[in-house]
């Protein structure tokens, strides 16, 4: 891009006009394109805000009038919307906690320990990436019966803290860019492989453990498939979950309702994003080329 | 400990008592990873196999079927329908959403603002699926905003995007292009930056245009990584169910939209039949093997590595 700039100059100037003139069309139609991508999340805020009587206009109406408040205090009084966020955020945390210990040292064993089984067991591994998640939800969900964990937080997070075959693949790929060095030095240094761990590989491994952690509260906050199967207490629902309870009601009239509590899910979520955008961007696209 | 001095390879360099304990800690390191693995992926997966040869409610006496779910199921018309359903909406999301996502990462690439645009693109991709499809169903009401908007300028009797069951198919596939095209545009700009700009200079002065330089110089470039996006993109296409469940009401209207997840949830928690479901999620276990099998076989024509 530099170079490019730097050559400009030379160039005849009706050139120059040319390219300044593509240039603003791109920054034109990207801005359309992005102002559509928001579109929905616009209009949601815009229709949770609408009274009832304004959503019958033909043609319908831009900006609320008068704003009402209303549809946010029904959303959130006609269902647990606070013991939701609850829920979600202890189960996110834990899940995250587990995975980012549980993972690190199956990824550091691959990346760095000589053990029998190693290298099967890495395949194995690599191959279980491969499984749909909803080809094991009957067995999986009969064996949380037999743990008597239906309707309970433990089927949702004791397995995402004990297994997550992809963050071990992640953290293994995060391990290998660590310097050898280190741990040498450590070792000669009479630092046995536990402590080494804990001290040396893990407080090195900061960048990829924080891109681990986005990746995985997202999956798990997200998650809607298995806490439909697996929770039948309003009490206990996560917040997709709930939110499902404003589902299918197309028939209904003030759908104002609704958006306003899509925004309560929403809205939290896409401030967290704007906040943390640059790390969250690069996490997930890290995740999306497989750790490379 | 008495270090060894013999100058060979690192990882034969360590001491003989470093190695022994080295396969003890192996295995305490992996450990709680393995114990998961086996208790709740491997262990129900390999029930999965099981029960798809049984005939079971979760209740009564479980009775051995033999190969007669699967014959039921590839016999059924729901799950026909479930299958093509899903192979059109994978066959449809994955190179529009991916297209779309090269050509908006290409147009970012050199912008100054390019983070500005990027969580605008983004921001669907932290929203959960529910709340994507809770917005959308509101958007596609008989009396929401796009009817509104089409009936007021084009002057035409707006679509029923949710009720006409062909157009519920495209309506899912639309939230799901829209909800996937960040995600896809970052991991390109991320390989597009790998791509040196004196090889883009050179054919440019070579005379390339913008087409042949995305087409002839970008795209055989960073084909390992469109490879590996069509790979993720069509394997989680196939899983398609939360926008299904949510977005048109239970897989509607009259099952116009039902996928092969649903499918296997509506029989396992609709019908608790477990055996039948199970047979199902063997079918899209099978379907992702064979699909990810030709896709892997049609790499060696297209992609290009580095090494070559």
Known sequence: MATLEGVAPVRATSGRRGRDLRKLLLHLVLLAAGLAMVFPFVWMLLTSFKALPQLLDEPLSFLPNPWTIDNYVQAWTSVPFGQAYLNSAYICLLSVAGTLVTASMAGYAFARIEFRGAKVLFVVFLATQMIPKQVTLIPFYLLMTKFGWVDSHLSLIVPAMLVNPFAVFLMRQFVLTLPRELEEAARVDGCGRWRMFWRIVLPNLRPGLAALAIIVALDVWNNFLFPLVLLNTPDLFTVPLLLTSFRGQFGTINYGLVMAASAIDTIPMLIAFVIGQRKIIDSLATSGLGGR | ?308
């Not at chain 2, 509101?138 to 796009?146: H, N």
Request: charged share 10%; proline share 6%; hydrophobic share 55%.
């Open chain 2, 1 to 308: 400990m008495t270090p060894r001095l013999a100058p060979v390879a690192p990882a034969t360099r360590r001491p003989a008592a470093w190695r022994r304990r080295d396969r003890r800690w192996g295995w305490v390191f992996v450990g709680p990873q393995v114990i998961g693995m086996l208790l709740f992926i491997l262990g129900p997966f390999l029930a999965s196999l099981v029960l798809a040869f049984a005939s079971w409610d979760g209740l009564t006496e479980l009775k051995w079927v033999g190969w007669a779910n699967f014959a039921d199921q590839l016999g059924d018309e729901l799950l026909l329908r479930s299958i093509v359903n899903t192979l059109l909406i994978a066959v449809i999301t994955v190179p529009i959403g991916l297209g779309l996502s090269l050509l908006i990462a290409v147009a970012l690439q050199n912008l100054r603002t390019r983070s500005l645009y990027l969580v605008l693109f983004f921001a669907p991709v932290v929203t959960s699926t529910v709340a994507v499809a809770m917005i959308w169903q509101q958007l596609f009401r008989s009396d929401g905003v796009l009817s509104s908007v089409i009936a007021s300028t084009l002057h035409i009797d707006p679509p029923d995007w949710l009720g006409d069951p062909h157009l519920a198919l495209i309506s899912v596939c639309i939230v799901t292009i829209w909800m996937s095209v960040g995600l896809n545009t970052v991991i390109f700009l991320a390989g597009l930056q790998g791509v040196s700009p004196s090889v883009l200079e050179a054919a440019q002065l070579d005379g390339a245009g913008p087409w042949s330089l995305l087409t002839r110089i970008r795209m055989p470039l960073i084909s390992p990584i469109i490879f590996f996006s069509t790979i993720v993109a069509f394997i989680s296409s196939l899983q398609t169910f939360d926008t299904v469940f949510v977005l048109t009401s239970d897989a509607g209207p009259d099952n116009a939209t039902r996928t092969i997840v649903y499918h296997i949830y509506d029989l396992g928690f609709g019908r608790f039949e477990f055996g039948p479901s199970s047979a199902a999620s063997v079918i899209l276990l099978m379907l992702t093997l064979v699909i990810t099998g030709l896709q892997f076989t049609a790499q060696k024509r297209f992609v290009h590595y580095e090494s070559d």
